[in-house]
């Protein structure tokens, strides 16, 4: 479990992806991995079965070019892998970085990270941002299935340029989840030389405080400087709303502490912060 993973596809951010992998990895004394995978594709671009598509009488010379052109398509796609991650490692490399890995892998994102985890520390993604019609933000789905599936970190990056952060901000409700979150951050060097911000949202109560204080005294004991923010309203509105003060901060919170059930009557804090957040976000297991 050693490993900063970044997770290319060559899109906009890919560049803040191998930036955001790079300080990850400097910061965790960890060797970088670049990793694009290739999705398989469906037989034909429309989507259709080929048979259905072209007949089920089609004669085997038709059906043998369909499957020469997906091995073309395949071999297209592998070369063009190659060379992202050519390319990738000689940004990684001026960052700082004198040994990186990679690997090109034909899988489902989130097959291939389950497959990865076992040596792995962090893996890093960036969010590809659809807008609905109305203008609403959606997840990448590929996000969502990676931090649902590996039990590891995973840091999510949002724009298409990674600047160092220079504060951490922790969304902290006083759950085991998040008492995880802040055993996880006292005992990591990704804290060192960064001042820490404990939000906690909900009513000012001397249990909230208190709670608090447990937090901060935690992430205090190696001399870090830790404040705590007791915030009235909605978590999502509350958090989203320091972190636009706070254009250079990372965000850490931990992962899906809801039922699915209840995720899909209430939503989930951890969802719609990974849509909407405007920095990068640490997902913590």
């Known amino acids: 479990m050693n490993k900063v993973y970044a997770c290319i596809d060559g899109r906009a951010n890919t560049s803040a992806v191998i930036d955001a992998a790079a300080w990850a990895a400097q910061r965790l004394s960890c060797p970088l991995t ?19 598509a072209i007949g089920l009488g089609a004669p085997d010379v038709l059906l043998q070019q369909l499957s020469e052109l997906d091995a073309q398509r395949t071999q297209l796609a592998q ?27 034909t899988d ?19 969010q590809n941002r659809d807008t609905a019609p109305r203008g609403r933000r959606h997840l990448d789905h590929h996000i969502e299935r990676v931090v649902r599936s590996v039990s590891r970190t995973v840091m999510v990056v949002p724009s298409e340029a990674f600047t160092a952060p220079d504060q951490i901000v922790v969304a902290y409700d006083g759950s085991p989840t998040a008492q995880r979150v802040v055993e996880r951050l006292a005992a990591s060097p ?11 949202v909900g009513a000012d109560t001397p249990e909230h405080r208190a709670t ?4 901060r005294q935690k992430l205090e004991a190696d001399g870090r400087h830790v404040e705590t923010l007791l915030s009235p309203g ?11 003060q706070r254009p250079r901060s990372l965000l850490a919170m931990g992962a899906y502490g809801h039922s699915r059930i209840r995720e899909f009557i209430v939503g989930s804090t951890t969802t719609t912060l990974l849509r909407l957040s405007p920095v990068p976000v640490m997902v913590l297991r």
């Open 212 to 215: 608090l204080l447990t937090a």
């Open 234 to 244: 909605e978590p999502e509105a509350e958090i989203l709303n320091l972190l636009g």
């Open 108 to 126: 489902e994102l989130s097959d291939a990270t389950l497959s990865w985890q076992a040596d792995a520390r962090v893996f890093v993604l960036g």
């Open 79 to 105: 070369q063009a892998g190659q060379r992202m991650i050519s390319a990738a490692q000689a940004r990684a490399s001026a960052a700082g970085l004198s040994a990186v890995d990679s690997v090109v892998r």
């Open 190 to 200: 990704i804290l060192t030389g960064l001042p820490v911000t404990l939000l906690m």
């Open 34 to 52: 670049l990793a694009h995978v290739i999705e398989p594709q469906p037989v034909l671009a429309t989507g259709l079965d080929a048979n259905a």
